[in-house]
């Protein structure tokens, strides 16, 4: 159980055009789940927190108009990369939490997208 | 400054030996978790602790929190290639149980 799938797993798109990424729970309801973003050889930083039903919050530094995220769902989270820039080039990772199991802030992660912008 | 220190930065070890892996807050951890990662992939959850003191173990891997809750080691006995991987921490600092933030991560490579 607690599986969380992303779509596409990789994607190559010109400068300027805009992405989106996928992030569905598969066997749970996901009240809320995370975007996080991960440069070659760093950790994870946290972009934003998405709540179904309501508007993502974001972290300090992340542009909201260029990652806008919708939760339209509880199984699904998007986030769309607009006008993106080579220097949005980056793997970014989902994550769900499910409230309905025991470990109050476990989060269950997506394998990831690569997102390259030539 | 990073709110969660992971160290080493990196590790070549030897098939059979042992290892440790540390992560250290100056805050409190309200609910400290181990990831691994292979490269570009996503995470697997290894274990999750909670309280002071604490010490989890599963087949050849034990993780433990410190009394302060500041402080956990990811220890692994007699390591094998399946090993290989970067280890991540996540912690949950703020104690709002609203998100996590994530250590430097260790690179582990396990030669034969």
């Known amino acids: 159980g607690a599986v969380v799938s992303q779509h596409p797993s990789w994607v190559i798109c010109k400068s300027g055009t805009s992405v989106k990424i996928e992030c569905r729970s598969l066997?749970?309801?996901?009240?809320?789940m995370f975007w996080y973003r991960q440069f070659p050889k760093q950790s994870l930083m946290l972009m934003a927190t998405?709540?179904?039903?309501?508007?993502?919050?974001?972290e300090q530094g992340v542009e909201k108009d260029k990652f806008l995220i919708n939760h339209a769902s509880l199984t699904l989270s998007t986030l769309t990369v607009t006008s993106a820039h080579p220097e949005d080039s980056s793997f970014y990772i989902c994550?769900?939490?499910?409230?309905?199991?025991?470990?109050?802030?476990?989060?269950?992660f997506g394998p990831g997208t690569r997102l390259t912008v030539l | 400054s990073q709110e969660l220190e992971q160290s080493p930065q990196s590790l070549i070890v030897q098939e059979g030996k042992n290892l440790t892996i540390n992560c250290t807050s100056s805050?409190?951890?309200?609910?400290l978790y181990w990831y691994k990662q292979k490269y570009g992939e996503g995470l697997i959850f290894l274990m999750m602790?909670?309280?002071?003191?604490e010490e989890k173990s599963h087949e050849k891997i034990t993780a433990k929190l410190d009394e302060k809750k500041q402080q956990s080691s990811l220890h692994i006995t007699a390591s094998q290639p399946s090993h290989a991987g970067i280890y991540l921490c996540?912690?949950?600092?703020?104690?709002?149980?609203?998100?996590?933030?994530f250590g430097t991560g260790t690179r582990l490579q396990v030669t034969l």
């Open positions: 994550s769900a939490r499910d409230y309905g199991l025991a470990g109050d802030n476990e989060q269950f």
């Open positions: 066997d749970f309801q996901a009240t809320t």
């Open positions: 998405s709540n179904e039903g309501s508007k993502a919050t974001y």
């Open positions: 805050k409190t951890l309200y609910g």
């Open positions: 602790l909670q309280k002071g003191g």
């Open positions: 996540g912690a949950d600092v703020s104690g709002t149980a609203s998100k996590l933030t």
